[in-house]
């Protein structure tokens, strides 16, 4: 009897992790196997990957960006586009449902734990949106004003630990995504929105009044944004790296940072005027995977 539960309870198992991708399978078989290859997307990124009309295309710089690499190592796969969140994205990427994250998330030690990460492909700075006739103009300013965050950001971290250190106290009130935050803070919910400063570009510019809030404070940190993808297998973390590096040093890749930051996008047709930077400029001369931990030093 306890032999026909264990074989019950095996199977079970098994169907589960057939079902969600088999991590015992390389991501290439799966891919071969289904014909299909699952790009994790957001639906409100803006510019690095968000959902565009009732069809929800998904458009970014980090969904053409992935896009660009499955022409190079998957040219004849269909492209299945799933909608992630932050919450999900470790878990839903860790267990092979989704073969490559497209969405904007941060290379780190703790997240190694569960994914691997690709070259990076944009370097971030956590700062905050406010009203421009706040005032507000250094997290210094937020002790005992209420802040919004996205839930399952690393924002959310940096800015408990940034009130910690400076030992003041900075109400927090957590939007489901981007959109959601953004409304909090337009809504006067929250004097201040901490984000990625290219998100915040992108949610103001799209937003009920482009020209009522401004980028400010001091960056938090400087994280290192990447596609991201299973742990454990390496043949697909070359050819992604592979086809990231031949884009990057070929000048194309700074031409798509062209498109989506410099340039007037959709819905709006908003131009983010976010010049690249410096640091960003030598990552596509000399790329490398290196975590938020190695930028902290």
Same mark, same amino acid.
């Given at each position: 009897?306890?032999?026909?539960?264990?074989?019950?309870?095996?199977?079970?198992?098994?169907?589960?992790?057939?079902?969600?991708?088999?991590?015992?399978?390389?991501?290439?078989?799966?891919?071969?196997?289904?014909?299909?290859?699952?790009?994790?997307?957001?639906?409100?990124?803006?510019?690095?990957?968000?959902?565009?009309?009732?069809?929800?295309?998904?458009?970014?710089?980090?969904?053409?960006?992935?896009?660009?690499?499955?022409?190079?190592?998957?040219?004849?796969a269909k492209r299945e586009y799933m909608a992630l969140t932050?919450?999900?994205?470790?878990?839903?990427?860790?267990?092979? &449902? =989704?073969?490559?994250?497209? *969405?904007? +998330?941060?290379?780190? $030690?703790? %997240?190694?734990?569960?994914?691997?990460?690709?070259?990076?492909?944009?370097?971030?700075?956590?700062?905050?949106?406010?009203?421009?006739?706040?005032?507000?103009?250094?997290?210094?300013?937020?002790?005992?004003? &209420? =802040?919004?965050?996205?839930? *399952?950001? +690393?924002?959310?971290? $940096?800015? %408990?630990?940034?009130?910690?250190?400076?030992?003041?106290?900075?109400?927090?009130?957590?939007?489901?995504?981007?959109?959601?935050?953004?409304?909090?803070?337009?809504?006067?919910?929250?004097?201040?929105?901490?984000?990625?400063?290219?998100?915040?570009?992108?949610?103001?510019?799209?937003?009920?009044?482009?020209?009522?809030?401004?980028?400010?404070?001091?960056?938090?940190?400087?994280?290192?944004?990447?596609?991201?993808?299973?742990?454990?297998?390496?043949?697909?973390?070359?050819?992604?790296?592979?086809?990231?590096?031949?884009?990057?040093?070929?000048?194309?890749?700074?031409?798509?940072?062209?498109?989506?930051?410099?340039?007037?996008?959709?819905?709006?047709?908003a131009n983010l005027n976010l010049p690249m930077s410096d640091t960003l400029q030598q990552l596509?001369?000399?790329?490398?995977?290196?975590?938020?931990?190695?930028?902290?030093?």
């Amino acid at each position: 009897m306890n032999r026909l539960f264990l074989s019950i309870a095996l199977a079970s198992l098994a169907c589960a992790a057939s079902a969600q991708g088999n991590p015992a399978t390389s991501t290439f078989d799966k891919i071969k196997s289904t014909g299909t290859v699952v790009l994790g997307v957001r639906e409100a990124s803006a510019p690095m990957a968000y959902a565009l009309g009732a069809n929800a295309q998904y458009v970014g710089y980090h969904v053409e960006l992935c896009e660009h690499v499955l022409k190079e190592i998957a040219p004849t796969a269909k492209r299945e586009y799933m909608a992630l969140t932050a919450q999900n994205t470790m878990s839903l990427v860790g267990n092979g &449902t =989704v073969d490559i994250g497209c *969405g904007p +998330t941060t290379n780190n $030690l703790t %997240r190694q734990q569960q994914v691997a990460f690709a070259l990076t492909s944009y370097v971030s700075q956590v700062r905050m949106a406010v009203k421009k006739d706040s005032g507000i103009t250094s997290f210094d300013q937020l002790a005992g004003r &209420t =802040v919004a965050a996205s839930t *399952g950001t +690393t924002a959310v971290q $940096l800015l %408990r630990t940034y009130a910690k250190n400076k030992n003041i106290d900075i109400p927090t009130v957590l939007g489901k995504d981007h959109f959601d935050s953004m409304l909090i803070l337009e809504s006067g919910r929250a004097d201040a929105f901490v984000l990625d400063d290219n998100l915040l570009a992108g949610l103001i510019a799209n937003g009920r009044n482009p020209t009522g809030y401004h980028i400010v404070g001091e960056a938090l940190a400087s994280e290192p944004i990447a596609l991201l993808f299973r742990k454990d297998d390496p043949a697909f973390k070359k050819a992604v790296d592979d086809a990231l590096r031949k884009f990057m040093q070929s000048g194309e890749a700074a031409k798509l940072y062209t498109k989506w930051f410099m340039s007037p996008i959709p819905p709006k047709n908003a131009n983010l005027n976010l010049p690249m930077s410096d640091t960003l400029q030598q990552l596509f001369r000399e790329p490398n995977d290196k975590p938020l931990e190695a930028y902290a030093k």
